[in-house]
């Protein structure tokens, strides 16, 4: 039998991690001795064949971006980070990926690093993942004793040391050039690229960056191969995904299902639809910065191009549920409280532009919105762009709120004209 | 008033100026090297450099093995911990200030983390912080006369599929009501 769910299918139902042993009685590890049989160069191609595309959000072909490493191996020691700074309101998937199975993680992470050469691997966990750094370290520490990090892995010239980094909070932490700030001991502020990371990253070694979703995947390409992966997906783009809904449906949780399955699909069957009486009004489909999609897109599959043709993106997959019982525009003061709250402050576009539009936002559900400050807020949306700013941020902070203002325009029309927010 | 000892809450282009206190130490270049930091937190810290090219790496994990002992960070362990690391102290107050889980304030014995993002939003979280509120008396970022309790707002805590949710100390709770809080309260001494 062909397993559709190569990331969850060995995780337990008590909640406790797989262990070892589990993860090696179900063919783990097995990827990496496949590995350690092929050349680096020939590990980076399987994974292009297997069209693996990043599951930070960002969509961006893994393989494209191991190969970016500079192939000149003066330049040593080289990292690989994974990153499990999980903090996108909204989504909940990397916690139950290294809760779960800890191993397909470790085991991914070895292959990916052997791939770019990398003598040196961290696990960059945020810190309110206590369980997650627990079980982490427990599992590395498994992974030692046997032989799968240190030096001479599984008898190749190959070593490894993999070590967890936790966080103490700050969205700001996950954004990738922040990230290697943090992880010097730095203040978590984003650096300019280009040089990117592949070529300068953490102490100005090439570094590999990637999520811990995207590398879970990579054992099992390298196990089944390829065309294996690529099956389990309904789309161009390979593998499943670890879709999830929260917010107003009945039954929030995490899926693996096909790459391409419908927001539909996951909304109605998997998490039993919105409450009984209520009435959908539209969803983020991967985190709070993605734009709203509505009823009318609901079919188009969730992978990496489709969502595009209607403004938004995939994101992390895991979809957050409006319905007609919560003001939208209470949704989005909640949003843009947090974006204003996260934002590093290094660049003036974002630390004051974002603040501002929570203030607006706040004098909206208050009642003491004008007419104008419709028009601001449409300003910057307009504004606040890559490109003006230094980093994603304040982008992925203004579109949830453009779209916002498109589809839930006589909403927010209403806050001004009653003096007061119809929900409250 | 109760105290704000995180640097990121709060929302406003303004930024509140932390006061520091006026007895602080300052000790003479000389006398650099630490004296405070116990060796069990030294062993602790040089454990964790051995992963990294350079100590400066565990700075953040210097911040927390002091505040795990003593519930905040204050200056002189912070003025420590920068020796200890060849560090000065004003840049690592700047790392500390910016992670939201390091405290410059005291805090009280149990620190209550709300989820306040989207998804907690939707499920109706700000009830449940009215309900905080009143129960324990204090407003977002103070702590409770008897020192029990702090309350601060956090970013999304990953529990989103059991929203509403928070976390004490280092433990997480959700689908949170009410009932369900006073019990948990009740079980924090």
Same mark, same amino acid.
């Given at each position: ?10 995780? %337990? ?15 783990? #590890? ?8 092929? =050349? ?18 960002a969509g961006f072909p893994t393989a494209k971006k191991w190969g970016l490493i500079p192939t000149d191996l003066a ?46 691997? #961290?696990?960059?966990? %945020? ?6 750094? +627990? ?94 992966? %690529? ?11 670890? #879709? ?11 899926? +693996?299902?096909?790459?391409?399955? =419908? ?48 403004? =938004? ?112 | ?55 400066? /790496?565990?700075? /953040?994990? /210097?911040?927390? /093995?002091?505040?795990?002992?003593r519930g905040w960070v204050d200056d002189e362990s912070l003025r420590d911990v920068a020796d200890y690391l060849g ?73 989103c599929e059991q929203a509403p949710a928070m976390m004490i100390d280092n433990e997480t709770y959700g689908h949170l ?13």
């Amino acid at each position: 039998m062909i397993e559709d769910k190569p990331l969850t299918s060995r995780m %337990r139902s008590d909640g406790r991690a797989v262990s070892l042993q589990e993860y090696v009685a179900a063919g783990g #590890y097995q990827g990496l001795r496949a590995a350690l049989q092929l =050349s680096r160069h020939q590990v980076i191609e399987q994974v292009a064949h297997s069209n693996l595309k990043g599951r930070g959000g960002a969509g961006f072909p893994t393989a494209k971006k191991w190969g970016l490493i500079p192939t000149d191996l003066a330049r040593q020691p080289r990292y690989f980070v994974v990153n499990a700074d999980e903090m996108e309101p909204g989504t909940m998937k990397d916690r139950l990926l290294m809760e779960g199975d800890p191993h397909q993680l470790i085991e991914g992470m070895i292959i990916g690093s052997y791939a770019v050469y990398a003598s040196v691997a #961290y696990l960059f966990i %945020r810190g309110e993942y206590r369980q997650s750094n +627990e079980v982490m370290k427990q599992a590395i520490a498994e992974a030692y004793q046997a032989g799968y990090l240190g030096q001479k892995i599984l008898g190749s010239d190959f070593g490894l040391d993999l070590h967890v980094h936790t966080s103490a909070g700050r969205y700001m932490c996950g954004e990738e050039t922040a990230t290697l700030n943090a992880l010097e001991g730095k203040r978590a502020i984003p650096r300019f690229k280009p040089p990117h990371p592949p070529v300068v990253g953490v102490w100005g070694k090439p570094t590999a960056f990637n999520n811990v979703e995207t590398i879970c995947c990579v054992p099992h390409i390298l196990r089944e191969g390829a065309h294996y992966f %690529r099956s389990l997906s309904r789309t161009e783009d390979g593998g499943t995904k670890i #879709y999830g809904a929260s917010g107003r449906v009945k039954t929030p949780g995490l899926w +693996e299902l096909p790459m391409g399955t =419908s927001a539909r699909e996951i909304i109605f069957e998997h998490a039993g639809g919105v409450p009984d009486g209520c009435r959908f009004r539209g969803c983020l489909p991967g985190g709070a910065s993605t734009a709203f999609l509505l009823e009318d897109h609901l079919d188009a599959p969730m992978d990496f191009m489709s969502l595009q043709a209607h403004g =938004s993106r995939l994101g992390t997959g895991t979809l957050v549920v409006l319905d007609d019982t919560v003001c939208p525009v209470g949704m989005m003061l909640s949003l843009e409280i947090f974006f204003a709250r996260e934002s590093c402050g290094w660049c003036t576009p974002c630390r004051e532009g974002l603040p501002w539009i929570a203030a607006m936002l706040e004098a909206l559900e208050k009642g003491q919105g004008r007419q104008e400050d419709l028009h601001i807020l449409q300003e910057h949306c307009d504004l606040l762009l890559l490109g003006r700013t230094f980093c994603a941020l304040a982008p992925g902070a203004v579109d949830p709120l453009r779209s916002a203002l498109k589809y839930f325009h006589d909403d927010f029309r209403r806050h001004v004209i009653n003096r007061r927010c119809p929900w409250s | 008033m109760g105290v704000s000892p995180m640097s990121s809450t709060g929302v406003g282009p303004v930024a509140k100026k932390k006061k520091l206190p006026e007895t602080r130490a300052r000790r003479p270049c000389h006398e650099m090297g630490s004296i405070m930091l116990s060796d069990e937190v030294k062993k602790e810290i040089d454990a964790e450099a051995r992963h990294y090219p350079q100590r400066r /790496a565990v700075v /953040a994990e /210097a911040l927390k /093995a002091v505040q795990a002992r003593r519930g905040w960070v204050d200056d002189e362990s912070l003025r420590d911990v920068a020796d200890y690391l060849g560090l000065s102290f004003d840049e690592v107050d700047s790392i500390a200030t910016f992670y939201n889980l390091i405290f410059r304030q005291p805090v009280g014995r149990h620190v209550i983390l709300i989820c306040d993002s989207v998804s907690c939003y939707l499920t109706g979280y700000e009830k449940l912080l009215d309900h905080l509120k009143k129960k324990l008396g204090i407003a977002l970022g103070q702590t409770t006369a008897d020192g029990r309790f702090t309350l601060l707002p956090n970013a999304c805590l990953g529990l989103c599929e059991q929203a509403p949710a928070m976390m004490i100390d280092n433990e997480t709770y959700g689908h949170l009501t009410a009932a369900r809080i006073d019990e948990i309260l009740g079980k924090h001494e």
